[in-house]
């Protein structure tokens, strides 16, 4: 289930030459690197850094400042566990502990074989349908340590979640 593109240098030049004239256009270009690729490569800092006339050490220091950005490719799957405190207090911390012990991964980082991504987020605005995450891009609510294993596995982010949008 690959989402993202291959890195492919020629197809990011071609985005930053489009999006190079916009306002602030770092920012942008980031963004739509990591939407095309799913993270921001090295070899995008300097494509950057000389469309909008920045020094490489800028533009790597805005990539590194920003969590959003990843400076690696991403797992196939990803998951932004919500580490807020209305989710701490309905144990998003044990499933921390549950993706190390289980699943051996730990959050913010990826599994050698790339098949998973686990970062932390503070609040996804689904506070009441705690512990939340997003995965890969949905919402999922009320996730406990059996919906987050079969999640972790590649099962289907709907059966994840209830009608109402949180999770069952
Ligand atoms: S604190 Fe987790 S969704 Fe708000």
């Not at 800092?45 to 400076?71: C, K, M, Q, W």
């Not at 797992?75 to 566990?81: A, D, E, F, M, T």
């Amino acid at each position: 289930m690959a989402r993202y593109a291959a890195w492919n240098i020629e197809a990011a030049r071609a985005l930053v030459a489009r999006m190079s004239r916009l306002d602030g256009a770092a920012m942008p270009i980031l963004h739509a690197l990591q939407d095309e690729f799913g993270y921001v490569d090295r070899e995008a800092v300097p494509l950057i850094a000389d469309a909008l006339n920045l020094s490489r050490a800028e533009v790597h220091g805005t990539v590194t400042f920003y969590h959003d950005f990843r400076e690696r490719p991403a797992g196939r799957r990803v998951i932004k566990l919500c580490r807020a405190e209305a989710c701490q207090a309905v144990g998003c911390e044990s499933l921390v502990d549950h993706l190390a012990r289980r699943h051996g991964v730990a959050v913010d980082a990826t599994t050698a074989d790339g098949d998973l991504t686990v970062e932390t987020v503070y609040c996804l605005g689904n506070c009441a349908l705690g512990p939340a995450a997003l995965v890969d891009g949905e919402l999922v609510g009320r996730l406990d340590a059996e919906s987050l294993s079969a999640l972790c596995h590649g099962g289907a982010v709907e059966m994840a979640q209830s009608p109402e949008g949180g999770a069952a």
